[in-house]
Structures are given as C-alpha cells and as structure tokens.
C-alpha cells in the first residue's frame, strides 16, 4: 500500500514509478509521431520551405528544399542549415546583392511582427538555364514564435508572361508599323496633290509671263532692231537667257509633278526610260501588255519606284542593258531587271538605303511587296506586286 496526502492507494511505490515512466514514453512517442507528421506535411509541399524560429534560426526544412541544395551542387544548404541563422544565406557578396537585402528585410520584419507576410520575386539563374522564384514568408504562430518562407518556382509563369508581352509587343509595334505606313501614303498623297498645285500654278502663271516675255522680244527684235545696230546681240542674249528660264522652268514642274502620269502609266514609263538614256550607252527594253486599269493613287508610287530604280542603274549598276515588264494579270506587276554589277542583298541591306526603303514602304503601305533579287556580277531584279483596282488608266 502507498499513501499519499494520507490517503492510501492500491499501488506500490515501483509500480507508481513505472506509471510515470510510462507515461512520459507515450507523450515523448506521441511527440515524435507529431514531428513526424509534421514533417511529412512539409515534405508533401512542393516548394522549398525552411522553418525558422524568433531569431531567424533554421528549425527544419523540407525535402524539397533539400532537393533543390543537392541538385544546384550545394549540399551545405540542405540538411547542414538546420541551426544556422537564416541572415548568414541572405549576406551580402562582394558586389552587393539588393535581393538578398530585400530578403532578409521581409523576413526580418515578419519575425519582428513588423508585417505579416513578406511576398518577394527574383531570379536565381543556375548553370544550365534562367530561373525565378517567389518568397513567401508567414509568421509561425503559438509559443514557438518564428517564420515559414517557402521558396516557389515560377519560372514558367515568368517566361510565359515575357512571351505574352513578347506577342502583344510585336502585335503593337505591327500595328503601329502599319500605321505608320499608311501615315507615309497619305502624307504622300497630300504631297502629290500640293505638287500638283504648285506645278499648275508655275506652268500656268509663271509659264503665261514668260511667254509674253519672249513675244515682247519678239516683238521688239522685229520694230527696233533694225533701228538700232546694238539691239540685234541684246535681244538675243536676252532671248537665250529667256529660254534658259523656260526650260528650267519645265524641268521644275516635272519634277515636282510629271504631267506625263496623269495620262497613263505606260507613257510615263517610256518618258523615264528615255530620260534616262539621255547622255548613256544604256539599252533599255520594253514590255508592258497592260489592259485599261485604273491605278488611282498607285500611279505615282509605281512611276517612283521605276524612276528609282533607273536612277540607281545609271549611278551604279554599270549595266549596258535594262528590261522593264509591267503586266497586270495578277494584279499589277512591275519588273526592272539590269545586267550590271549586281550586289549581295544580305550584305547591303535595305535599311541602310533611303531609296530601297522608300520602294519597299510605299509597296507594304499600298498592300503589296517588293522583292530585290541580285547577286555579284548577275545584275539585280527587282520586282514590285500591287493589286489592281478596275477602271481605266
């Protein structure tokens, strides 16, 4: 029998003892099994979680976060962290590591009751690949005061995100592309139209004052000249000087719009390629079945692009022959093919020529293409593709 505040129990003192003993096995095993649960929770979690108590100190972490330290070649951040104060994995290195900073700061203000949580992405690139990753850190609550900061991969989101904007860039910078392009059309329609203006009004004023300038002359060659021996060398210096005038003048209003388009394109083409044999041993050969079509705005884009090109073939190309097809059975197509040098159109580049690029916009702006064929001592092709709107040219 064994008493106790005077009372007696059925029990002896040893099989008290062992009661007792017994007891704290049970709440030490039931403990354990707790642990051991808990830690298979931890484990079940895909990201890479470290517990860490009031100082910041590693408790535990889970088996993904051993994982991650084995595969990146750094066992000492696995199982080896356990006791060590989380600050130690967030110093700075020599160069300053902002991230790290801003790490232990959350964590630091999370373990402090500061905040309650701390949400941080940043990237962590391993040897083989570009990799991101997103801290989560929560207050662990109870006596045993502390935090969680779990570690997700995201690097999937990430990329997938930058592709997105990647796409919605490339949309927008094509949208803006075409815009622009359009922008270039209209401008050059408006253009085409002041041109038009500004050439009338030359040839119609200025062209009907110089006129009767020279019939003044004229006039006065046949009343005075005979009267007066000086006057004859007079008038016509002042005749030649007047038709210098007039001929200038021409050449400005054909240059700023050449009356020649208005009337068809085909006349407009064989006007250029004879210009442009003024002076030159250059054959060029012409090919041009069209049909009545009309081109309305694409007149002088098409007239430009083979005054262009001629321009480029007598300054360049070295050639002695060009052939100019311009054939609209599927949809307007214009061909200038020369024998000259040639060129390595990957090695020029059409960006780097205002000319080329010039050609290549107003055809993508009017929905169609130009190509540039041309290889050294092959000559150059190139090719411009328009469709056609019916009516007459």
């Known amino acids: 029998m064994t008493l106790i505040d005077g009372k007696s129990l059925p029990w002896s003192a040893e099989e008290l003892d062992s009661a007792a003993e017994l007891g704290s096995l049970i709440e030490i095993e039931t403990l354990r099994e707790r642990d051991t649960f ?45 006791g ?25 203000a999370v373990l402090n009751g500061r905040q309650s949580s701390f949400t ?16 989560n850190v929560y207050p662990l ?26 796409e919605r860039a490339e949309v927008s910078l094509g949208v803006t592309r075409q815009r622009l392009r359009e ?40 009343r005075y000249c ?10 016509s210096d002042m005749k030649a000087l007047l038709d210098r005038g007039i001929g200038n003048m021409r050449n400005i209003v054909s240059h700023l719009r050449p009356a020649i388009v208005d009337v068809g394109i085909k006349n407009a083409i064989e006007c250029l390629c004879h210009e442009s044999q003024k002076g030159t041993d250059l054959m060029i050969d012409l090919d ?24 480029n073939i007598v300054r360049h190309a070295k050639a002695s022959k060009v052939g100019i097809t311009l054939d609209d059975q599927d949809g307007l197509v214009v061909e200038i093919h020369d024998n000259g040098v040639g060129f ?28 540039i064929d041309s290889e050294p001592t092959l000559g150059t092709t190139i090719r411009l593709t328009l469709l056609l709107n019916s009516g007459v040219v």
């Open 120 to 135: 941080m992405e940043y990237p962590c690139d391993s040897p083989k690949e570009k990799r991101w990753f997103c801290m």
């Open 344 to 371: 390595h159109v990957e090695e020029v580049g059409m960006n780097k020529y205002f000319g080329l690029l010039g050609m290549r916009e107003r055809a993508i702006a009017l929905e169609g293409c130009l190509e």
């Open 226 to 235: 005979r009267l007066e021996p000086t006057l004859p060398k007079l008038v």
């Open 84 to 108: 060590k104060n989380y600050k130690n994995f967030c110093a700075l290195d020599d160069e300053g590591n902002v991230e790290a900073t801003s790490a232990w700061a959350g964590i630091n």
């Open 38 to 82: 808990t830690q298979t929770i931890l484990n079940s979690i895909p990201s890479h979680i470290a517990v860490l108590d009031r100082h910041g100190v590693i408790s535990t972490v889970n088996a993904s976060w051993s994982r991650f330290a084995q595969d990146n070649g750094a066992p000492e951040l696995a199982d080896a962290t356990i």
């Open 288 to 311: 041009m079945p069209i049909s009545k079509v009309a081109l309305d705005d694409k007149t002088f884009v098409v007239y430009r692009v083979v005054q262009e090109s001629l321009t």
């Open 183 to 222: 922008l270039v059309v209209q401008n050059e329609m408006v253009r085409n139209q002041e041109r038009k203006h500004i050439a009338h009004e030359i040839h119609d004023e200025l062209g009907q004052v110089m006129t009767g300038l020279r019939m003044g002359l004229l006039l006065m060659e046949m």
């Open 141 to 166: 609550l109870g006596l045993k005061q502390g935090a969680i900061v779990a570690h997700k991969n995201i690097t999937k989101r990430i990329l997938m995100e930058e592709e997105l904007a990647a």
